[in-house]
């Protein structure tokens, strides 16, 4: 089937489809391409490169299957739950069934220890997380406004929150001599600047527990942040996607609770934004949940929920499970006490390597320091670095200047998508390159050991060069009819049907499915 | 005390604020009456009849007979082996088992007169989405796309709201049985040239919705031809393509595409789902079929707002890849609506009201023209608020789908049990019984 090769016509598209706001030339993505091209399995492919660029939660997913097994009659397509099957499959309602509703609501509110009270019908269905997002800037913003962020930053919020909607995201620079925390200064500093360039900031949007730093906010800053809000009449959007996950103790503290202790604060700014992705496990249902505190924007979100709308197959499954009190108190309490177990781990093993992370509390990352081993403070040195340690020690972490941080040499490593055998291996590699560096290092003078660092830089020029031709090899190839790409042509891989097209892909899934 | 403070409210944005999401049509204000007050045959049998949503429920026990004999299938999404990774998997191209399952059954829709690559297929949560998505791709705020009249309602939202992006009517009428002429394209091209809008497409239903036809031969090609010398996309939303009454009806666009060797493909993109066909709304199973590479890949990359849940693709990848149990249900279902049709048709026309000859699709295109007390759009709304308030049927006038001739209804008939369906036949025969007798 040979089609005419799109080139000539690349005019034909639309702006929006011909620019990058798709995101995926970030470097946050170019590691999901080498770990997709050289998978590590323990058995067939030890040498491949571990993922540790993609936020998974793979700890409790046995508790999940296990109550799915106990219970077929949540499933419409078992014996036990056949008949419920014409009446799901017919289900598109936007509000979605209120049985799911409800149970999202006493989820989010056992999420957050009982202390906040969720109303089911203030609960809007969105294409997961990502959906919830976009659809909140299209509510709350147009085109060219500005919403304002704090960095470090999950980087797909450049794609979910503005390629289609045309918002900006501003940053609020944050930095590592007060751990990263939001201050009123900063705020403050970046709304004027985004004054002075003439942009109309609508609203604040936040992540809490935050990716990538894996830190909740602390009660004074939550009020910091809301004071403000209120002060510029802005919107808040929380992005509470890991509330589930806190661990070690510390309870997290979700702004919703100070709305409640606080009647002064205008509920109407306030816009929670959730899925089920992190801390259930289940990216693949595409569960993203809107929740606002402002009746306009659920009526308007929930119109626009049409383009997202989670299978009632799926609902009918989960409304069942997340109704099932016992359920989710077991899985909650075991959830933290997995990831906290986890994390003391790798943070420790790390450690002993001289490697040390900002203190966490929450999320499925550690958010690594490894300003000690840059050539020099610049983001050039950070990426060479990344690129080393993914072409030399075979991890794929994601470097900090992905997520826009302003200090070089930080990076976030998922330690939740896999099992403790190939999270020991990672531990060891790591260990590994940090004694590789640092013998090389105490051995030497200062001017040796910048010889040695170069030598490592120039090993990772070396290979990003190969690298680059590769991909400049498959971008050729890309201007083939997609067909062509079935032809197993040297290590063109099926992938290469939408090229620089990077979709997460668990390491838990197998490649051809 | 608290004392209530009442702060101006913050402004949302202008497309929150807009009634483009399109609610406030008739159309939607049958579906709130039937909400309201929903006819059960032993409860409430006075309630109204939903007539206004074109579902199809006529074959939904060939798929539950389906699943109860191939009871592997609940193990392949519950079982021990799969669920980790199904739970897991949020691929962007989506299980390669369903994308291959979906291009099969197209192509047995179409009775294997075309092809379908599988990799060629972009998954999203229904075909809503995916028209929003080719919409996105295709045209930029401001820009325009040609749609044949009368067409579905929701299009005005899907195309336009988000996106910023305007429908040009293409307007069809009955002197030649509502068929796309190559003069109303060419005017409607004109009107928005003279409007100072770039037309970037035209997007139009095949079989109709809310005409019940499928397009014949030579509009096709006049359509193809229309689209290729104004260097312009064509999107064809074959949504229907499944509830065509007999195969050798329905031509798809991507037979003509094929038999012209492709030249212009890159300009086509295909919209499907399973929402009609196999009655499954609930699950959110869109397809784009694109052979134009970039918006291929740009769709994917779109996709990820709208994905479709593993657990769904995990379920109906062996049934749509049953190539017995597929060939089966397609020929059932469209026996059983066209029996239907025939049915409705025949008792409507007993009591003296004619419909535009279908043979397509979950409803019939019912001629009022005669009973209007004036031929406008207001003489329309007052016939429908009539047989809405005393007949007690939901059924969609005409405006609401931009038809230019006053006194067309679309009726759905599928979405409802034979008895039910009866019921609202009589009360058709008795509102014109009545009407003879004054």
């Avoid at chain 1, 799109?6 to 030339?25: F, K, M, P, T």
């Avoid at chain 1, 990672?426 to 090389?440: M, N, P, S, W, Y």
């Amino acid at each position: 089937m040979g089609y005419q090769s799109v080139s000539e016509n690349s005019h034909l598209l639309s702006r929006i489809a011909a620019g990058d706001g798709h995101g995926e030339n970030s470097s946050y993505f170019d590691g999901w391409k080498d770990y997709d091209s050289n998978p590590f399995h323990p058995v067939s492919n030890p040498g491949g490169v571990i993922q540790m660029g993609l936020a998974e939660n793979l700890l409790c997913l046995d508790l999940i299957k296990e109550w799915i097994k106990e219970h077929p009659e949540a499933s419409i397509c078992t014996e036990e739950g056949l008949n419920y099957f014409e009446a799901v499959a017919n289900f598109q309602d936007y509000h979605g069934l209120p049985s799911f509703r409800q149970a999202l609501a006493r989820f989010m509110g056992k999420a957050r220890g009982g202390r906040v009270s969720f109303n089911p019908d203030s609960i809007v269905m969105s294409g997961g997380g990502t959906g919830a997002q976009e659809t909140l800037a299209f509510c709350l913003a147009d085109p060219g406004d500005a919403f304002l962020v704090p960095t470090p930053y999950y980087p797909a919020f450049d794609r979910d929150f503005c390629w289609r909607t045309g918002v900006r995201l501003l940053p609020i620079n944050c930095f590592s001599s007060n751990n990263f925390k939001l201050t009123k200064a900063a705020l403050e500093s970046a709304y004027e600047t985004a004054r002075k360039n003439n942009i109309r900031v609508k609203g604040v949007l936040m992540t809490n527990p935050s990716n990538p730093l894996g830190t909740t906010m602390d009660r004074d800053t939550l009020k910091t942040l809301l004071t403000f809000v209120n002060q510029k009449r802005i919107h808040l959007v929380c992005d509470e996607v890991f509330s589930g996950s806190v661990f070690n103790q510390a309870d997290f503290l979700s702004v919703c609770e100070l709305l409640d202790e606080e009647p002064s604060y205008d509920k109407s700014l306030i816009h929670i934004a959730y899925s089920l992705s992190k801390d259930l496990g289940l990216p693949g249902f595409r569960v993203g949940v809107i929740y606002s505190y402002n009746d306009t924007v659920v009526k308007c979100a929930r119109r626009m929920s049409s383009f997202g709308l989670v299978s009632s197959q799926t609902q009918h499954l989960l409304s069942h499970m997340l109704n099932d009190d016992d359920f989710t108190s077991k899985y909650l309490a075991e959830n933290k006490r997995r990831l906290h177990t986890r994390h003391e781990e790798f943070t420790s093993g790390l450690e002993k390597f001289g490697i040390k992370c900002l203190p966490s509390t929450a999320g499925l990352f550690i958010w690594m320091d490894l300003r000690q081993f840059l050539k020099e403070n610049t983001e050039n040195a950070e990426l060479k670095l990344w690129r080393v340690i993914i072409d030399d020690v075979k991890l794929n972490i994601s470097p900090g200047s992905s997520f826009r941080c302003t200090e070089p040499g930080w990076f976030r490593v998922c330690f939740a998508n896999m099992d403790d055998a190939t999270m020991h291996v990672a531990l060891k590699r790591i260990g590994d390159f940090a004694d590789k560096v640092k013998d090389e290092t105490t051995q030497l003078d200062d001017a040796t050991m910048h010889v040695a660092l170069k030598r490592i830089g120039d090993f990772a020029d070396k290979v990003k060069d190969e690298t680059t031709q590769l991909q400049q090899k498959k971008r050729f190839n890309k201007k083939l009819r997609l067909s062509f790409c079935r032809i197993n042509d040297g290590g063109i891989t099926q992938h290469l049907m939408s090229p620089h097209l990077q979709s997460p892909r668990s390491p838990l899934v197998k490649a051809s499915h | 005390m608290v004392v209530k403070v009442y702060k101006p409210c913050v402004p949302l944005s202008a497309i929150a604020t807009s009634s483009t999401h399109g609610e406030d049509s008739p159309y939607f204000a049958g579906w709130r009456a039937y909400d309201e007050d929903p006819y059960d045959a032993t409860t409430n049998p006075s309630g109204v009849i939903q007539m206004g949503l074109a579902e199809n429920q006529v074959s939904f026990d060939l798929l539950e007979k389906y699943l109860e004999e191939h009871q592997e299938v609940s193990k392949l999404v519950n079982g021990i082996g799969g669920f980790r990774e199904n739970a897991l998997f949020q691929d962007y191209h989506g299980l390669n088992s369903f994308r291959k399952a979906m291009a099969s059954f197209m192509e047995e829709i179409r009775g294997g007169k075309v092809k379908f690559d599988s990799n060629r297929i972009v998954l999203t949560a229904g075909a809503t989405a995916a028209n929003e998505l080719l919409t996105f791709i295709i045209a930029n705020p401001g820009d325009a796309l040609l749609v044949p009249t009368p067409y579905y309602p929701g299009f005005d939202r899907d195309l336009r709201w988000r996106t910023g992006v305007n429908i040009i009517p293409v307007n069809c009428n009955s002197s030649n049985k509502f068929q796309i002429t190559k003069q109303a394209l060419e005017e409607a091209y004109a009107k928005a040239k003279k409007a100072d809008l770039q037309v970037k497409g035209l997007l139009m239903t095949n079989p109709s919705n809310p005409l019940g036809t499928a397009m014949t031969r030579p509009v096709l090609e006049e359509i193809l031809n229309f689209i290729s010398s104004k260097n312009m996309h064509l999107i064809s939303d074959e949504i229907y393509s499944g509830s065509v009454f007999s195969s050798e009806e329905f031509i798809s666009i991507a037979e003509i595409l094929e038999e012209r060797g492709y030249a212009d493909a890159q300009r086509v993109h295909i919209v499907y789902s399973l929402s009609k066909d196999l009655g499954l709304p609930g699950f959110r199973v869109g397809a784009i079929y694109s052979y134009n590479d970039a918006v291929v890949t740009t769709a994917r990359r779109m996709s990820s707002f709208t994905l479709v849940s593993s657990q769904t693709q995990k379920m109906l990848s062996p049934m749509l890849s049953d190539v017995t149990f597929t060939k089966n249900y397609i020929k059932t279902n469209r026996e059983r609506l066209k029996r239907r049709y025939n049915y409705v048709v025949e008792r409507l026309r007993e009591c003296g009201i004619e419909c535009l000859h279908g043979n397509a699709g979950l409803f019939c295109w019912m001629n009022l023209k005669p009973l209007l007390e004036e031929a406008t759009t207001d003489g329309e709304l007052k016939l429908w608020e009539t047989i809405l308030k005393d007949l007690k049927l939901d059924i969609s006038p005409g405006s609401s789908c931009h038809c230019t001739e006053p006194g067309w209804f679309r009726v759905c008939f599928a979405n409802m049990s034979i008895e039910t369906l009866d019921v609202a036949l009589s009360r058709f025969t008795s509102f014109m019984e009545k009407r003879r007798k004054t």
